[in-house]
């Protein structure tokens, strides 16, 4: 049977998924390099997010019965004039997203695929509140330009410990 509109679109999705976790710890690694390891730390997090992010999508379509590929994913950006350019990158990368889940949701919409329309609310959620994060979080570096400790100050005061969000779908091999 041929794959639905939906099911490619949404495996296209988790090669970008793959692709934002890959980005995010290149811009990590850039950050740990400088020493900057709250701007790091912060990053790595966003990573693993994106990858479980990917991973909700392949146990959806593994509870969905549908066949899983796992494409590949183009190399991510490793090297940045200044410590404003990763998130300034990292904001351009989550509007994107914005945008690619909205097209997801549009599909399943579409196509009548209610259950693939369901479970894209969670994302469509998810990108709003990732936006936010990253806009504060540009807005701030931008004005540590000359000085990035104050940004390594603002996340320490401002990054809590965030607890699981329960209405998150559940990953493919578990949240790591």
Excluded: C
């Amino acid at each position: 049977m041929p794959e639905s509109r939906f099911v490619a679109a949404l495996t296209e999705q988790i090669a970008y998924e793959f692709g934002a976790s890959q980005q995010y710890t290149a811009i990590a690694v850039h950050y740990d390099d400088e020493t900057l390891p709250r701007l790091a730390a912060f990053f790595y997090r966003q990573a693993l997010e994106e990858r479980n992010h990917a991973m909700m999508m392949v146990q959806y379509l593994l509870d969905a019965g549908e066949r899983v590929r796992i494409p590949g994913v183009d190399a991510p950006r490793t090297e940045f004039a200044d410590t404003v350019e990763p998130v300034a990158l990292a904001l351009e990368q989550e509007r994107r997203v914005t945008g690619q889940i909205n097209t997801l949701a549009g599909v399943a919409r579409d196509t009548g695929d209610y259950a693939g329309e369901q479970f894209m609310q969670w994302f469509i959620k998810e990108q709003v509140e990732e936006v936010a994060s990253m806009s504060d979080l540009l807005k701030v570096v931008e004005r540590a330009r000359e000085n990035p400790l104050q940004a390594e100050e603002y996340l320490a005061r401002e990054t809590a410990a965030e607890a699981a969000d329960a209405t998150a779908p559940a990953a493919a091999g578990g949240t790591l």
